[in-house]
Every structure is written in structure tokens, then in C-alpha cells.
């Protein structure tokens, strides 16, 4: 791809997105500003996981399209769409008795084929990736002996393997606790500002989007509601608007960055105590 392009590498146009007759999203657009980490927040069910597997090619639209490089994503063969994008699912399921180091080596699958095998280059990618995300020392262990988190960080290492130049996070903090939470976004920001690439995760601690995030992109009902620097969306308004929280949004003192700060519980009940009493006098 032409680096003077202005075109960015990954978008939805106009997208309605769907589980058999459930429609989740309708005329949905977005677009990944490159070499960005775009953070993709909003409350339970709406369509944070859905819109993801969408760009990723895991969930073809009903309506509109899914563009990688200018292509229409269900056009690209599988493999070419894999040496560019990777993604880590919400879920995933390793086979029955496969150690850690062969699951991270699955990463390197897209890399090879007829002419080209197993290589000291596939080994020490796959070895850097376990350094990376703190399993090196469980490299021989069976996966399914591991903790939640372990296994967590398992699927990262695969999909770090992988080393494509976009690499889609769904929820990656899940079964982790603070310190590998934190760790794990460290990681994702190094990866973002020293390796150039385009990251795009879904989470649920706006205050992690706020603080790792240089795009933020906030749905509601299936919609874009503000998408933008996490200083420009990251608001009172709006966290109001999109997760019906009362809070205040005020400077974090170790980033600068916007931290959000639940009203007490107090005064949430008491505003809605207000608003039920307005409502019955209606």
C-alpha cells in the first residue's frame, strides 16, 4: 500500500450487522485511522464484539462492506487476510493436549506454505512472543492446565506470532487481574508506538480506553455516538448519554488523560429518585 495514501487501511461503510434475523447494527460506519489504537467502548450489547468480528472477516454484513486496503474483506483469499490482520477473539478454545509453545507457533500459520516451512525466524518469533507476554516459562506446559489469565496471555503471545501490521483485541483484559490488565496494555501500547502498528481493541474499563487510546470510538444501540480523541469524547455528557452513569471526568494525575469518576451513590439515588417523582407527577 501506498504510505502517501490517505485512504485508511480498515473501515465499515454503511454496515448493518446481524445474527440470523437479529439485526445488531444498521447503516454503521467507521473508520480506523492508521497506525492508530483505537479503543471501541459502550455499554453491554451494543455491538462492540459484533462490529469487530466484522472487520475482522469472522461476521459478513448484511448490507454494506468491510474494506481492508481498498478490497472488500470477503473478496480477500483467507491467508492474505491474515498476514495483515490478526485478531484475538473473546472466546477461544485451544485442541486437547497442545502445549503452549505449539499454540503460539499456530501464529506463524499464515507465513507459511509450500516453499516456505518452519524457520529459525518462525522460532524466534514465536519465543520473543512469549517473552513478551510473561509465558516463556510455561512454554511446555498443556494449556489446558493453565488459569484463566494464563491462558489469556497464551492467546495473546499466538496472536502477537502472528506479527501483522493490524491486530484486532477483543476485550484482551478479561480473566486477568490489575496487574496484568495493566501489563497487558503496556504491551498493546508498545506495540502501537514502537512497532507502528494499528491496534483496535474492545473494552470495558473506560478509564483504561481513556488512558491507552489514542481513538476512541463510543457505540450505543448499534450506533456511533462520538468517535475521537479520547480528550474530545471522554466527557461528562457523554458517559452519561451512552452508559446513563452520573459522574465526573477530571485529569488523570499520572497521564493527563480524562478519568472518570462515578457520581456517590447518594447522589445517584437521589437523582433518581427525583426523576421517578417527576415522572409519576406527569
Known amino acids: 500500500m501506498d504510505p502517501r495514501s490517505t485512504v485508511n487501511r ?154 501483522t501490521p493490524l491486530l484486532l483485541l477483543d476485550e484482551p483484559t478479561t480473566y486477568l487481574d490489575i496487574q496484568h490488565q495493566i501489563d497487558v496494555l503496556d504491551l498493546c501500547a508498545d506495540l502501537h508506538e514502537e512497532q507502528g502498528r494499528t491496534l483496535v481493541a474492545v473494552l470495558h474499563d473506560l478509564n483504561h480506553a481513556a488512558r491507552y487510546a489514542t481513538h476512541i470510538v463510543a457505540l450505543k444501540d448499534g450506533s456511533v455516538v462520538a468517535q475521537g480523541a479520547p480528550g474530545e469524547v471522554v466527557t461528562a455528557e457523554l458517559v452519561e448519554v451512552v452508559f446513563g452513569l452520573r459522574c465526573q471526568v477530571i485529569e488523570d494525575p499520572e497521564t493527563g488523560t480524562p478519568l472518570v469518576v462515578p457520581a456517590a451513590r447518594k447522589a445517584r439515588t437521589a437523582v433518581a429518585r427525583t426523576a421517578v417523582k417527576d415522572s409519576v407527577g406527569d
Request: include cysteine; proline fraction near 5%.
Open 10 to 163: 480498515l473501515s465499515a461503510e454503511n454496515v448493518t450487522l446481524a445474527y440470523d434475523q437479529r439485526v445488531i447494527a444498521e447503516q454503521l460506519s467507521v473508520e480506523i485511522p492508521d497506525r492508530s489504537f483505537t479503543v471501541i467502548v459502550g455499554p453491554n450489547a451494543c455491538g462492540k464484539s459484533t462490529l469487530l468480528r466484522a472487520l475482522s472477516r469472522m461476521l459478513r454484513p448484511t448490507e454494506g462492506r468491510v474494506l481492508l486496503d481498498g478490497q472488500v474483506i470477503q473478496s480477500m483469499p483467507a491467508k492474505k487476510v491474515a498476514r495483515t490482520l490478526g485478531l484475538l477473539p473473546q472466546s477461544s478454545i485451544a485442541p486437547d493436549g497442545i502445549t503452549v509453545a505449539d499454540l503460539v507457533g499456530r501464529g506463524r500459520y499464515p507465513h507459511q506454505g509450500i516453499l516456505r516451512q518452519w524457520s529459525t525466524e518462525d522460532e524466534r518469533v514465536v519465543q520473543e512472543s512469549m517473552a513478551h507476554t510473561g509465558i516463556a516459562a510455561l512454554a511446555d506446559r498443556y494449556v489446558d492446565e493453565l488459569s484463566g489469565g494464563q491462558r489469556q496471555r497464551v492467546w495473546i503471545a499466538m496472536a502477537l506470532a502472528q506479527q
